[in-house]
């Protein structure tokens, strides 16, 4: 059975001397795992279509619950990524939290469209790299289900707060005061808290379009990584390496 589907390559291991094993997250299918036989070879007609963070459209050849890729065209390469590696650790991050989260034979066109907007806001540098994964980290709970509540303080109903908490256990912000002693939260400040909501309710194409000053983004982006940590309950070895070299 053949099929064509758009994909990201989340992830590419080499297998035996010239094949490659993907995970692909496609528009039609989710997840997937397919074997590009050959990909390896110089003279391959799916190298390129079947390196990681690659948009590709792909032919695929399905027997017995395996799928094989039999043709593959490019759709955006994401060039710049590859010749900045802080750049490109950030981009396999952001794959490596797909990979996570996204489901085998759950498509989720807004999940596909996160990640390939995210990495082409990277690739093309429309705004800070710490913006791009704050905002990702956080839109990416909100369509894992983990969406933080932020509309106003749980305990005292407040929606303006001065030192607003983002608690990691309640995956709720809390005002300073009904919040006290707590070491598993993060601390906002008034910018910070707007740009996490605008971040929960934006339209997709509109994610980034907001702006911080350095001290009020490094506070956004600590918040949403470890919010995107308790809710996975896991570490990123791409996280760990993009702080290396960043």
């Known amino acids: 059975m053949?099929?064509?589907?758009?994909?990201?390559?989340l992830r590419e291991v080499r297998y035996k001397e010239a094949d490659r094993i993907l995970t692909l997250l496609t528009d039609t299918d989710g997840k997937l795992t397919a074997r590009a036989r050959g990909?390896?070879?110089?003279?391959?007609?799916?190298?390129?279509?079947?390196?990681?963070?690659?948009?590709s459209e792909l032919t695929l050849f399905g027997n017995k619950g395996r799928w094989s890729v039999n043709e593959g065209t490019v759709l955006e390469l994401f060039p710049a990524l590859r010749s900045d590696v802080a750049r490109l650790a950030l981009g396999c991050y952001f794959a490596e939290?797909?990979?996570?989260?996204?489901?085998e034979d759950?498509?989720?066109?807004?999940?596909?469209?996160?990640?390939?907007?995210?990495?082409?806001?990277?690739?093309?540098?429309?705004?800070?790299?710490?913006q791009v994964k704050a905002a990702f980290e956080l839109r990416l709970m909100c369509?894992?289900?983990?969406?933080?509540?932020?509309?106003?303080c749980p305990v005292c109903g407040r929606t303006e707060m001065e030192d607003p908490l983002l608690s990691m256990a309640?995956?709720?912000?809390?005002?300073r005061a009904c919040r006290k002693g707590s070491a598993a939260a993060s601390a906002?400040?008034?910018?910070?808290?707007?740009?996490?909501?605008?971040?929960?309710?934006?339209?997709?194409?509109?994610?980034?379009?907001?702006r911080l000053g350095e001290k009020e983004l490094t506070r956004l982006s600590d918040a949403a990584e470890r919010y995107l940590l308790t809710c996975t309950e896991r570490g990123f070895s791409t996280l760990d390496y993009w702080k290396k070299v960043r």
């Open 39 to 55: 990909a390896l070879r110089k003279s391959s007609r799916t190298a390129a279509a079947t390196q990681q963070l690659t948009y």
């Open 188 to 210: 906002l400040c008034p910018a910070s808290l707007a740009a996490l909501r605008y971040v929960i309710s934006a339209p997709a194409r509109q994610l980034l379009s907001f």
């Open 97 to 103: 939290c797909l990979e996570a989260i996204s489901v």
């Open 106 to 130: 759950q498509p989720d066109g807004a999940m596909m469209q996160l990640g390939l907007n995210s990495l082409y806001a990277l690739d093309r540098e429309l705004c800070p790299a710490e």
């Open 170 to 175: 309640d995956g709720a912000v809390f005002c």
């Open 2 to 9: 053949y099929k064509n589907v758009k994909a990201l390559v």
């Open 143 to 152: 369509l894992a289900g983990y969406e933080p509540n932020a509309a106003a």
